[in-house]
């Protein structure tokens, strides 16, 4: 069947060190990935999308990778502050035109002082 | 500013009843979405328009439906609540599925 993985588990970090988020998923062959950000009580954000043919993505402390042999991407947030700490989604397109995205469970990250 | 409003923002209701929730949107977008989120399942896709009088199943669309006759709204519809459907969803918007922009979502409880 087809899954995407991302890490149950909570991630706790200290300020000022760099988070790192994966999400794996199979029988998949994505056109892209997004990543997405969701607070407490509310809708999911957009952060940044990475297409097939690239393999990293940065945009201020983000870095995104995708590697479409591992079926991996990584999403980095470098020097974290406790206001990064919320549940960050990934998403596929499934169908290979764009046209739904599929998400996975999230992962929450908590930046400690 | 463009946004997308969902309305109520909690709703209860009884086994049995039918419940509509409404979204709204101010960005244009002829794509628009409604997913449910629960513990465990992450945000699932219940259906999804592509534009007015276009409408398409999702993976969870049993026990619900949706219309779209303008632009701006997509409201869901609970045929009759069941307990099953207690969640918070979540309405989404996009101009091309390459960013979507989420309401702030409904939490319904089915008693």
């Known amino acids: 069947s087809q899954k995407i993985e991302q890490n149950s588990e909570a991630l706790n970090i200290q300020e000022g060190k760099t988070a790192t988020l994966t999400c794996n998923y199979t029988?998949?062959?994505?056109?892209?990935l997004q990543w997405y950000r969701q607070d407490p009580g509310r809708g999911p954000v957009f952060l940044l999308l990475?297409?097939?043919?690239?393999k990293e993505k940065r945009k201020e402390r983000l870095k995104v990778t995708f590697d479409t042999t591992l079926k991996q991407s990584l999403f980095h947030i470098t020097a974290s502050q406790p206001a990064d700490s919320a549940t960050y989604l990934c998403a596929l397109d499934t169908t290979g035109g764009g046209n739904k995205l599929t998400f996975g469970t999230g992962t929450q990250l908590k930046v400690e002082l | 500013d463009a946004e997308i409003t969902q309305s109520p923002r909690h709703k209860i209701t009884e086994t049995g009843r039918q419940v509509t929730l409404a979204c709204h949107q101010t960005w244009n977008h002829n794509n628009m979405f409604w997913y449910r989120q629960d513990l465990g399942h992450g945000l699932r896709l219940i259906h999804y328009?592509?534009?007015?009088?276009?409408?398409n199943k999702g993976e969870v669309s049993d026990g619900y439906s949706v219309s779209r006759s303008n632009t701006e709204d997509l409201p869901l519809t609970l045929e009759s609540a069941a307990s099953s459907q207690t969640s918070v969803y979540f309405c989404?918007?996009?101009?091309?599925?390459?960013?979507?922009?989420f309401g702030s979502g409904t939490q319904l409880s089915v008693l």
């Open positions: 990475i297409r097939e043919n690239e």
């Open positions: 029988n998949y062959s994505p056109a892209y």
């Open positions: 989404a918007s996009s101009e091309n599925n390459e960013k979507l922009f």
């Open positions: 328009s592509y534009g007015v009088h276009d409408t």
